[in-house]
Nanobody, 121 residues
Framework: QVQVVESGGGLVHAGGSLRLSCAASGRAFDGMGWFRQAPGKEREFVAGIDRNVGNTYYGDSMKGRFTISRDNAKNTVYLQMSSLKPEDTAVYYC????????????????WGQGTQVTVSS
């Protein structure tokens, strides 16, 4: 059975940092990504990473502040978030795909339940 489980969310002050983790079990995935959804807004691409080549992709507002990485041996992906802003407040979802990571949420096959990130001003 495939499972995708996020951890590491919480409350942080503006300018602070937070690291999210996502563990996938049941099979290996080529691409893994992070998305987020704030209340009243559509789900937004945050970052993605490929398993073998290690290519990384970022949403425009995250470049330079967020870093995605993965440990293939553990089938785990991490999202290091720095210089956090109140507008980064959202539920962050991890997703896994059998193909290369993309910015399109509909190409991902498995999703976690989400972890809340709240950035106070």
């Amino acid at each position: 059975q495939v499972q995708v489980v996020e951890s590491g969310g919480g409350l942080v002050h503006a300018g602070g940092s937070l690291r999210l983790s996502c563990a996938a079990s049941g099979r290996a995935f080529d691409g893994m990504g992070w998305f987020r959804q704030a209340p009243g807004k559509e789900r937004e691409f945050v970052a993605g990473i490929d398993r073998n080549v290690g290519n990384t992709y970022y949403g425009d507002s995250m470049k330079g502040r967020f870093t995605i990485s993965r440990d293939n041996a553990k089938n785990t992906v991490y999202l290091q978030m720095s210089s956090l802003k109140p507008e980064d407040t959202a539920v962050y979802y991890c997703a896994a795909t059998r193909v290369s990571a993309t910015r399109n949420q509909y190409t991902y096959d498995y999703w976690g339940q989400g972890t809340q990130v709240t950035v106070s001003s």
